[in-house]
């Protein structure tokens, strides 16, 4: 086949979108999150196109059970405001997590999408449990092949082993 020299652009059918589910149990939080955001932009399909919505659904399970590296269950804060005078109320991840542990992979997932409408329109389509269960059996997930965390995984227990 001859380069006709066009760029082919997706129209973003949502007929082609597939299912994942991931098990977050032990997973670094900003890891899980960038592969997260990357399938739901659609960045893993080689028909991405950065204007159109071409990403997939992303199921997150055992979101409970995430975890932070280093001093950051302690030191990390998450804020919120009320809209009134002086409504500011501050949080540490800890007392997050065991409230709202689905707010907090959803919050750590939305602030590496864009901030535009493409991008909260992307964000509806992750769904986070606290626990093992999930409604959306009769979409058929499949897992999500999360090479990078892992081969970040491996990299660190074997630098364990080392020392």
Known sequence: MAYDGRTYRDKGEPGARRWYVVDAKGLVLGRLASEIARVLRGKHKPTFTPGVDTGDHVIVVNAREVR??????????????????????????EAFLARWPERAVRKAVAGMLPRTPLGRRMLKKLRVYAGPEHPHAA??????????????RELASRAAEEA
């Open 68 to 93: 932070l590296t280093g001093q950051k269950p302690k030191k990390k804060i998450y804020y919120r405001h009320s809209g009134w005078p002086r409504g500011l109320k501050a949080m540490d991840y």
């Open 139 to 152: 979409q058929k997930p499949e897992p999500l092949p999360l090479r990078r965390i892992r081969k970040a």
